[in-house]
């Protein structure tokens, strides 16, 4: 009974993760610049996962799934690396979830993602140059959608935070071994 408990939990918010990622690829088709589940999506599974090298590997799956088709880019790498920074936040909400903790995850989400994704000297030197100056400036060009992505991060954590609490108060026994 309790490895089909932990199964089933697991497929769940291994579910909740990949519907995360359809929607991200949503809003590829409308424009939605930042304005994702990524953030939200590598924390609840931090939050959620027990297993440590399943918190990283089903977003980071998620992701290489919708990147096929989005298609892949320069950088890469480093929206990967930002999002299992933010699984790491998640990790310190386990056993801690509640609306401010949440939020606060949230928060340390677009932080994280957009110090990490705007670090200039992660960009060729046509780009930013590789100096103080250089990454001033992609700072400042990364401003705009900075607040799309603190919005994405909230708006998504609240959605799928909120989701699967209702998922264990109606299912009951089946994810409460969280």
Known sequence: MIKKILTTQVIIIAAFVFAAAIIRLLSFQFEWWNFTPIGAMALFSGAYFKDKK??????????????????????????????????????????????????????????????VTNFALIYPETLYPH????????????????????????????????????????VGTVVNAT
């Open 54 to 115: 399943m918190a990283f590997i089903v977003p980071l799956t998620a992701m290489i799934l919708s990147d096929a088709i989005i298609g892949f880019y320069n950088g890469i790498q480093v929206v990967y690396i930002a999002m299992c920074l933010v699984v790491l936040v998640g990790f310190l909400l386990q056993n801690r979830i509640n609306i401010a903790s949440v939020i606060g995850g949230s928060l340390a989400a677009s932080v994280i993602f957009f110090l």
């Open 131 to 170: 100096t103080v100056a250089g990454i001033i400036t992609s700072y400042t060009a990364g401003l705009p959608f900075f607040k799309n992505t603190i919005m994405g991060d909230l708006i998504f954590s609240a959605v799928l935070f909120g989701a699967y609490q209702l998922v264990k108060r109606n």
